[in-house]
């Protein structure tokens, strides 16, 4: 079997790997838990000295990284930069605060001494989704690096030159040769990865039955998992609104790595009043979005990562129009080579639509009209993910209240669109998954958090 990864704007073959063997992965695994032996060691200093490295390195080559992602996935060039820049400010925050977030916490008893200490579990297995290829690995890598863990990589088969890029980058920054390693293998081979028994945690980032059966093995396993999986984000809309922010926060919310993102914008949840013109405003923002080749730096949004899923999207458009939704921008396959799909906006939808009921990885947005913050609301939590929401209002005391009390998501944005940043947790509740990543919650998650006790 191979490993294979595809331009999805031309359709051009990039790169075939052959795919590793049990005995390699194995092999691959034990020198990660000797690198994690020693490195359980060093100094938070000494670690983040590596990870300033590795910093520098992603912005050196950040357009090197971007034309990979623009090529492996089809990520616009200038979202592929901004990315690589990301990842090293991710980098330097934990180097910069690994040390604080996991220091130890004295505890008043009547012991002599009591406190609480933060110890590496050992080899972290990841296995990573396409559509933030450099972001996703390095959001799970750098907290658990700089925390004393070693990492083997199980990246998505479609970008096998991002996985390989990742571990040279560390390598270059100074890293153990061994301390994080790339597995080329299959979605079949992932049940072995995690059973063994070298393997100490499993984080995944991807579907919800990827992310089931993840957790199935390593609850066989009696091993910790984090899981960050779909989400299906609503947007509120309410009638006090700023409806040209709304528009433009409403836009880039959808349309974030072309719609392929967990946390994009997916619902609009509109109260009546201001529908009509929200949705007027929201067309011609959607519709003004340059789509193009993503190697060309005035692309806002370029092709789907893989034809399968432009598919299997525009499936999900036809049916919800078939049961009722009208198309107001979009809704067709372009001709022409590409996995292409245009932004496209629905309105009228309601329960039993694929638009309601289902994510839509892509540039496909779905108004929803309610009559008022109460349904709006309502219907909002009217999904079985949980990820993120945002509310748009100009009564910043009302969108704080419906963000912190109403709302059932991991994270939630007043104003703004929803986005993961290193100092803040990041993760979801219901299908969204369980557990955190970013911030001291995240770098906490493959820690032992132990007790020690002196009489």
Same mark, same amino acid.
């Given at each position: 079997?191979?490993?294979?990864?595809?331009?999805?704007?031309?359709?051009?073959?990039?790169?075939?790997?052959?795919?590793?063997?049990?005995?390699?992965?194995?092999?691959?695994?034990?020198?990660?838990?000797?690198?994690?032996?020693?490195?359980?060691?060093?100094?938070?200093?000494?670690?983040?000295?590596?990870?300033?490295?590795?910093?520098?390195?992603?912005?050196?080559? /950040?357009?090197?990284? =971007?034309?990979?992602? +623009? @090529?492996?996935? &089809?990520?616009? %060039?200038?979202?592929?930069?901004? $990315?690589?820049?990301?990842?090293?400010?991710?980098?330097?925050?934990?180097?910069?605060?690994?040390?604080?977030?996991?220091?130890?916490?004295?505890?008043?008893?009547?012991?002599?001494?009591?406190?609480?200490?933060?110890?590496?579990?050992?080899?972290?297995?990841?296995?990573?989704?396409?559509?933030?290829?450099?972001?996703?690995?390095?959001?799970?890598?750098?907290?658990?690096?700089?925390?004393?863990?070693?990492?083997?990589?199980?990246?998505?088969?479609?970008?096998?030159?991002?996985?390989?890029?990742?571990?040279?980058?560390?390598?270059?920054?100074?890293?153990?040769?061994?301390?994080?390693?790339?597995?080329?293998?299959?979605?079949?081979?992932?049940?072995?990865?995690?059973?063994?028994?070298?393997?100490?945690?499993?984080?995944?980032?991807? /579907?919800?039955?990827? =992310?089931?059966?993840? +957790? @199935?093995?390593? &609850?066989?396993? %009696?091993?910790?998992?984090?899981? $960050?999986?779909?989400?299906?984000?609503?947007?509120?809309?309410?009638?006090?609104?700023?409806?040209?922010?709304?528009?433009?926060?409403?836009?880039?919310?959808?349309?974030?790595?072309?719609?392929?993102?967990?946390?994009?914008?997916?619902?609009?949840?509109?109260?009546?009043?201001?529908?009509?013109?929200?949705?007027?405003?929201?067309?011609?923002?959607?519709?003004?979005?340059?789509?193009?080749?993503?190697?060309?730096?005035?692309?806002?949004?370029?092709?789907?990562?893989?034809?399968?899923?432009?598919?299997?999207?525009?499936?999900?458009?036809?049916?919800?129009?078939?049961?009722?939704?009208?198309?107001?921008?979009?809704?067709?396959?372009?001709?022409?080579?590409?996995?292409?799909?245009?932004?496209?906006?629905?309105?009228?939808?309601?329960?039993?639509?694929?638009?309601?009921?289902?994510?839509?990885?892509?540039?496909?947005?779905?108004?929803?009209?309610?009559?008022? $913050?109460?349904?709006?609301?309502?219907?909002?939590?009217?999904?079985?993910?949980?990820?993120?929401?945002?509310?748009?209002?100009?009564?910043?005391?009302?969108?704080?209240?419906?963000?912190?009390?109403?709302?059932?998501?991991?994270?939630?944005?007043?104003?703004?669109?929803?986005?993961?940043?290193?100092?803040?947790?990041?993760?979801?509740?219901?299908?969204?998954?369980?557990?955190?990543?970013?911030?001291?919650?995240?770098?906490?998650?493959?820690?032992?958090?132990?007790?020690?006790?002196?009489?």
């Amino acid at each position: 079997m191979a490993i294979e990864s595809v331009n999805p704007a031309t359709g051009e073959k990039l790169e075939t790997h052959a795919q590793m063997s049990a005995a390699a992965v194995d092999d691959t695994i034990g020198k990660a838990h000797e690198a994690f032996l020693a490195w359980r060691g060093t100094s938070f200093e000494q670690r983040a000295q590596h990870l300033r490295e590795a910093a520098k390195i992603l912005r050196a080559k /950040s357009d090197t990284w =971007g034309g990979l992602m +623009a @090529r492996e996935m &089809g990520k616009p %060039l200038r979202d592929g930069i901004a $990315e690589a820049k990301k990842c090293a400010a991710c980098c330097e925050f934990f180097a910069d605060n690994a040390a604080r977030l996991l220091a130890r916490e004295p505890v008043d008893t009547e012991a002599r001494t009591s406190f609480v200490t933060f110890n590496p579990l050992g080899v972290v297995l990841a296995v990573m989704p396409w559509n933030f290829p450099f972001w996703q690995v390095f959001r799970f890598a750098a907290p658990a690096l700089m925390a004393g863990n070693a990492a083997v990589l199980k990246h998505a088969s479609n970008v096998p030159g991002c996985a390989l890029a990742i571990e040279q980058i560390l390598r270059e920054a100074g890293m153990p040769e061994h301390l994080f390693r790339t597995l080329l293998i299959g979605n079949a081979q992932v049940d072995a990865a995690i059973g063994h028994p070298l393997v100490r945690a499993v984080t995944l980032t991807g /579907s919800g039955p990827a =992310g089931s059966a993840v +957790a @199935r093995k390593a &609850g066989e396993m %009696l091993k910790k998992t984090v899981l $960050e999986l779909g989400g299906s984000d609503p947007y509120l809309v309410l009638e006090d609104a700023d409806l040209d922010l709304a528009a433009s926060v409403c836009t880039k919310g959808r349309l974030v790595n072309g719609g392929q993102s967990c946390i994009a914008a997916k619902r609009f949840i509109v109260v009546e009043p201001v529908r009509r013109e929200f949705e007027q405003r929201f067309v011609q923002k959607m519709q003004a979005v340059r789509q193009g080749d993503p190697l060309d730096m005035a692309t806002e949004i370029g092709p789907l990562a893989r034809h399968d899923l432009r598919d299997a999207l525009h499936r999900q458009v036809e049916q919800s129009v078939q049961r009722g939704a009208r198309c107001l921008l979009g809704g067709q396959i372009p001709e022409g080579p590409g996995a292409y799909y245009p932004p496209t906006v629905l309105t009228d939808v309601a329960k039993g639509m694929p638009a309601y009921d289902e994510e839509l990885f892509g540039p496909v947005a779905a108004v929803i009209p309610v009559r008022d $913050e109460a349904q709006a609301i309502a219907a909002a939590n009217d999904s079985s993910f949980g990820l993120g929401a945002a509310v748009l209002t100009r009564d910043l005391a009302r969108g704080e209240r419906i963000a912190a009390e109403s709302l059932e998501a991991g994270c939630v944005f007043v104003n703004d669109a929803v986005r993961s940043d290193p100092r803040l947790p990041f993760g979801g509740v219901k299908d969204s998954g369980y557990g955190r990543e970013l911030s001291g919650y995240g770098i906490k998650e493959f820690v032992n958090i132990k007790t020690v006790w002196v009489a």
